[in-house]
């Protein structure tokens, strides 16, 4: 085979790699909660009511995997990225003492809203191993008998290397920052 008719399929190749770029789509799985969060839970001193917007983040794409580091093959989508930052934000303030909920506690005064900014999910194939990145920007409310007590922005990146960056290493990512977003949230608000 000569090097032209070498040179064309590679040429084809990469055409047709980044001509279906970002054409497949991949979900992540639901975050499961860890196995001692209902006893950590049980334990917790006080309920606090928290309200979670994601308004806009359901239907678009929220990065991708990337070949090569540069070629975006697959576009990354969370069905589930309500119910997956209220198990992480649950895990975050049962370990500071809350159990939340969906609906206001008669006993609690306070009320939590949580909204995600922002979020990237994307995974790199750095042709040896893989990177799986995420990072959220997650805003927060605290009330206190119908009044603003505070509000804070915070930011999170999670990044590790790994043998595959496929859904389950993303959904590690994604987990991970969502969960320490939450903590940092909930010490900007002055809830230790």
């Known amino acids: 085979m000569s090097r032209r008719s070498q040179g064309a399929r590679w040429l084809i190749t990469v055409t047709a790699l980044t001509l279906l770029s970002g054409c497949f789509s991949s979900e992540l799985p639901p975050i499961t909660p860890p196995a001692a969060l209902d006893k950590l839970l049980s334990v917790s001193d006080s309920t606090?009511?928290?309200?979670?917007?994601?308004?806009?983040?359901?239907?678009?794409?929220?990065?991708?995997?990337?070949?090569?580091?540069?070629?975006?093959?697959?576009?990354?989508?969370?069905?589930?990225?309500?119910?997956?930052?209220?198990?992480?934000?649950?895990?975050?303030?049962?370990?500071?003492?809350?159990?939340?909920?969906?609906?206001?506690?008669?006993?609690?005064?306070?009320?939590?809203?949580?909204?995600?900014?922002?979020?990237h999910v994307n995974g790199y194939d750095l042709l040896v191993v893989r990177k799986p990145t995420a990072s959220v920007t997650i805003s927060g409310k605290l009330f206190d008998k119908g009044q603003l007590v505070r509000s804070c922005e915070e930011s999170y990146v999670a990044t590790n290397t790994a043998h595959y960056a496929f859904a389950a290493e993303l959904q590690n990512a994604l987990g991970e920052s969502l969960l320490h977003g939450s903590y940092k949230l909930l010490d900007c608000l002055g809830m230790k």
Do not use: N, W
Not at 55 to 72: C, E, K, M
């Open 48 to 119: 606090i009511p928290v309200q979670i917007q994601t308004d806009g983040l359901h239907d678009r794409s929220l990065g991708h995997q990337y070949l090569f580091f540069i070629i975006p093959l697959t576009r990354v989508y969370t069905p589930s990225l309500e119910a997956d930052l209220r198990t992480q934000l649950s895990v975050a303030c049962g370990m500071r003492g809350f159990r939340c909920s969906k609906e206001p506690s008669p006993t609690s005064t306070r009320v939590l809203e949580i909204t995600i900014q922002d979020l």
